[in-house]
């Protein structure tokens, strides 16, 4: 399984980035995953998770913001990031969910200047 997120950068409070992440070696037609983050000096947490069919499970901070979907046609997830905050800054990583083991891609950061 190898997960390429790519997506991130610099951007100013009150605006949107698009985190793609390219999945291979999985049946992407029962992708279970999605993104959690890092930010500075935190522990990484569970941004926007796809959990089973049509169940997806939001942090309460980016409730209305973030969206999470995939494009089976591409084998890639996305996380739509909206009315970003500087408490958004953070390393974004998509993970995907087998049933042994979760893989992870490498992190793409992402920085919100105020």
């Known amino acids: 399984v190898q997960l390429q997120a790519s997506g991130g950068g610099l951007v100013q409070a009150g605006g949107s980035l698009r985190l793609s992440c390219a999945v291979s070696?999985?049946?992407?037609?029962?992708?279970?995953g999605g993104w959690y983050r890092q930010g500075p000096g935190k522990q990484r947490e569970p941004v926007a998770v796809i959990t089973g069919p049509g169940r997806t499970e939001y942090m309460d901070s980016v409730k209305g913001r973030f969206t999470i979907d995939r494009d089976s046609a591409k084998n890639t997830v996305y996380l739509q990031m909206n009315s970003l905050k500087a408490e958004d800054t953070a390393v974004y990583y998509c993970v995907v969910r087998a049933p042994a083991r979760d893989f992870w891609g490498q992190g793409t950061q992402v920085t919100v200047s105020s």
């Open positions: 070696g999985i049946n992407f037609e029962i992708f279970l």
